[in-house]
């Protein structure tokens, strides 16, 4: 294909609204990369390739090419980019549409693309997590991401998922209604897609070496974000802030994306309310609220009325920890501002959720409810093939290594998860042996007051387990914080199905009464779910998508610890029940 035509089709990708096609091309660009626009002998040179970059010094030198440094917190640093774009560039397609994504690696790490909760029927090679479904793309490489939105829509994500590199290389994932089917909502006048994020102004790859050596945790970030930018905070007095222009009288659809590493985050946007309709890319009865709880991986589309006096309006973003565990405690700042507030108009100040306000996060979850209607039913399974207890949580492990001699480990059912050096799907498909064994414990091994004070064994075992699921069958999973070392909220993520959340509680699951309050009517839909502090989420979903399936605490210091496990879904009968050849461009390790 010549240049001009994959021009054409790049443009069909970015103004889906002016050219229509059921196939969407985009090349990520992962380099040293710092500007979307470089200066080449003089001439401007539109980088509009994805590109996953490390953005590289400017000396002041005439370079042939001049690259630029992130600035944040008064304070400079080189960071990892899709297309010199931070966050990256937001993929937009419709509802079964086929994606195609070439990412090309020009850094010194190696690299993958998570499509965080794109389904991925049949198409685990393209799922993105390193050593569970892929090796990664190593520098100078690149591999063609293909896959299929199959009955979704709605807002996602996309991020990096190998060590630490989430931090900057993510972006947003719009997945439009097919053409000519509306909302499901009163149709909006405009669309925004906002974006949390954390920001250190240290290198994130340095923060977690540096605590896998001392077996510590990792240094907490120094800011959160909104589209990248911080806004003011107490250490620097920096200007940059992200404003949301509105108009008034308008009904504006936001697409809120968590894509933090390690802290479950509140929005809030002073004196206006918002209507969630979907999270998750899955439609939702209306719930009107001031105030939106997301985990990490978590997404809420909701309308706001434009309906307040002309002026400017404060929108924060403020971190929820109930626990003893420490947390980035700044407060991301933005503004709402409505056309012709004039210059110097004072803001309008919101009050945030104190750190530790469980009660507002237990009323947002307990509200939220699948939409269920005629053309989008809550298919709850009814009947249960795997009724399955995993106890999540952190302990210790020896580490003669270590400072004070031990190491912060995670683990489901006493199994901290040990990555292989094989992509485990690789290892499925050719029946490779000796990379993973198939007796992850369903249950713990040995029960215990779960939610009782820190017991005196710390220790966990170690290993490389899945667990196996035939196709089509059931799951009913209880999902139990446990307090080893200490209780904490835990947002998961299970990754190639949605899965319905039936149920949540505070302290042990009661295998008899807990089950009697199931909502199985029009329970929501999510991909990821927050299991709060000493406390259980009952979640059910169906095996019906062959391959091998990631299931993980989403912040990651939990999974770098270890918090993590991955389901083998069999093939059922024929080629439409079984998961697909592997692509002839697939990463080797």
Not at 184 to 203: H, M
Not at 286 to 298: C, V
Not at 396 to 401: F, H, V
Request: charged residues 15%; proline residues 7%; glycine residues 6%.
């Amino acid at each position: 294909m010549d240049s001009w035509a994959q021009t054409l089709l790049f443009l069909s990708v970015l103004v889906p609204a002016m050219v229509e096609c059921k196939i969407r091309h985009y090349h990520f660009d992962v380099s040293n990369f710092c500007s979307v626009v470089c200066h080449v002998n003089g001439s401007i040179f539109d980088r509009e390739s994805w590109s996953v970059d490390r953005m590289i010094y400017d000396s002041g030198d005439d370079d042939p090419v001049v690259l630029k440094n992130e600035t944040k917190l008064c304070a400079t640093k080189t960071i990892v980019t899709v297309n010199g774009k931070f966050p990256g560039q937001t993929l937009y397609a419709r509802e079964d549409e086929n994606v195609l994504v070439r990412v090309t690696n020009h850094v010194q790490y190696n690299v993958t693309i998570h499509w965080h909760g794109v389904r991925q029927l049949r198409t685990g090679w393209s799922d993105g997590p390193a050593y569970i479904t892929q090796c990664p793309i190593q520098p100078g490489q690149n591999f063609l991401y293909n896959f299929t939105l199959t009955g979704q829509r709605g807002t996602l994500l996309w991020h990096a998922h190998i060590s630490w590199l989430r931090s900057t290389l993510y972006g947003a994932i719009v997945i439009l209604p097919k053409k000519g089917v509306p909302y499901p909502f009163p149709k909006p006048d405009k669309e925004k897609v906002i974006v949390l994020g954390e920001w250190w102004k240290a290198d994130t790859e340095a923060v977690v070496n540096q605590a896998t050596k001392t077996g510590l945790p990792p240094n907490i970030s120094d800011a959160h974000t909104i589209n990248g930018h911080t806004g003011p905070v107490p250490s620097c007095s920096s200007d940059d802030a992200y404003t949301l222009h509105v108009e008034t009288g308008m009904t504006y659809l936001l697409r809120v994306i968590n894509a933090a590493v390690n802290d479950e985050l509140f929005f809030k946007i002073a004196y206006h309310n918002l209507i969630v309709v979907e999270v998750d890319a899955a439609y939702t009865k209306p719930l009107k609220t001031d105030t939106l709880f997301l985990g990490p991986g978590q997404t809420t589309t909701a309308l706001l009325k434009a309906d307040q006096g002309i002026g400017k309006y404060l929108i924060a973003i403020s971190p929820f920890m109930d626990t003893i565990v420490a947390v980035d405690n700044v407060t991301g700042i933005g503004y709402l501002s409505y056309n012709r507030t004039l210059a110097f108009t004072p803001t309008t100040m919101v009050s945030i959720p104190a750190v530790n306000a469980t009660p507002v996060t237990s009323i947002f979850c307990n509200l939220l409810r699948s939409l269920n209607s005629k053309e989008y039913p809550a298919n709850v399974p009814l009947t249960v093939d795997h009724s399955l207890l995993f106890t999540i949580g952190v302990g210790l492990n020896p580490c003669a290594t270590c400072f004070n001699g031990s190491r912060a480990v995670a683990a489901i059912n006493n199994v901290s998860f040990v990555m292989p050096t094989t992509a485990l799907l690789q290892a499925h498909y050719y029946g490779i042996n000796g990379v993973f064994t198939n007796d992850f414990p369903g249950k713990p091994l040995m029960p215990f007051d779960y939610t009782k004070a820190p017991l005196s064994n710390l220790q966990t075992t170690n290993g490389t387990k899945v667990y196996r699921l035939a196709y089509n069958s059931t799951v009913q999973l209880v999902i139990q914080g446990n307090s080893i070392i200490a209780p904490e909220s835990h947002p998961t993520h299970l990754h190639g199905s949605n899965f319905f959340v039936v149920g949540r509680g505070i302290g042990n699951f009661d295998p008899e009464k807990d089950p009697l309050e199931f909502n199985l009517v029009d329970p929501v839909e999510r991909n990821t779910v927050s299991v709060p502090t000493a406390g259980w989420t009952a979640i059910r979903f169906r095996g019906d998508n062959p391959g091998v399936w990631f299931f993980h605490c989403h912040l990651e210091v939990h999974t770098t610890w270890g918090l993590k496990m991955a389901f083998l879904v069999e093939d059922g009968e024929g080629p439409n029940e079984s998961i697909e050849p592997p692509p002839s461009d697939l990463p080797m390790c």
